[in-house]
């Protein structure tokens, strides 16, 4: 049972936009701490495609976003491509587990 | 080239020992926080414990510990995940992956390089 909560798929058309909720609480990223963005393509390693709410590493289109409110974060994909299709996880630390999280996980397909 | 190079695929059975590696290469090894990540088959990302290569300090996620121990040998810049009990519920991809941010262990930091993972088949 993660302790951050995702949708478990979205899905889009070519070219729209989706947006991937992460659900936390007060002791992990309503306390304070970053929360990034890993996407999984099918049969590969995760690669961070978000740090710190809304930094994009280098290499990462500025297709991709990220935003936080509250408890909450937001990854959002705009100019959906097929090569999008992954499954995307965000992340966190917790401190009434003294440990990093991570979300349950949601798999995007582009229709 | 930063990157982390993972030990192969292994088939074990139950009840067998096993140590997998990760081995970082292109940056200062020893001063990144390596941590471990577990993925069942179809099942999401579990974040299993971290290392610190410099002097072996380690924390483990309470869903793992006295299930796994971690170790480190700066002089080839590896370390290493192991078992001395394993079951079929640890067949998996073992990920390692380092924390952004050299020395002190920054909560807040991402996993910036992850190793390519490595497949443990447990299986009688």
């Known amino acids: 049972q993660s302790v951050l909560t995702q949708p478990p798929s979205v899905s889009g058309a070519p070219g729209q936009r989706v947006t991937i909720s992460c659900t936390g609480s007060p002791s992990n990223t309503g306390a304070g701490y970053d929360v990034h963005w890993y996407q999984q393509l099918p049969g590969k390693a995760p690669k961070l495609l978000i740090f710190a709410i809304s930094h994009r590493p280098s290499g990462v289109p500025d297709r991709f976003s990220g935003s936080k409110s509250g408890t909450s974060a937001s990854l959002a994909i705009t100019g959906l491509q097929a090569d999008d299709e992954a499954d995307y996880y965000c992340?966190?630390?917790?401190?009434?587990?003294?440990?990093?999280?991570f979300g349950s996980g949601t798999t995007l397909t582009v229709l | 080239e930063v990157q982390l190079v993972q030990s192969g695929a292994t088939l074990k059975k139950p009840g067998q020992s096993l140590k997998i590696s990760c081995s970082g290469s292109g940056y200062e090894f020893e001063s990144h926080w390596i941590a471990w990540v577990r993925q069942m088959p179809g099942k999401g990302l579990e974040w299993m414990g971290i290392?610190?290569?410099?002097?072996?300090?380690?924390r483990l996620s309470p869903s793992f510990q006295g299930q796994v121990s971690f170790s480190a040998d700066k002089s080839i810049r590896t370390v290493y995940l192991q078992w001395h009990t394993l079951r079929t519920s640890d067949s998996a991809i073992y990920y390692c992956a380092r924390l952004l941010g050299a020395g002190v262990q920054d909560y807040g930091a991402p996993f910036d390089i992850w190793g390519p993972g490595t497949v443990v088949t447990v299986s009688s």
């Open positions: 290392v610190y290569p410099e002097d072996s300090d380690s």
């Open positions: 992340q966190s630390y917790d401190n009434s587990l003294s440990g990093y999280v």
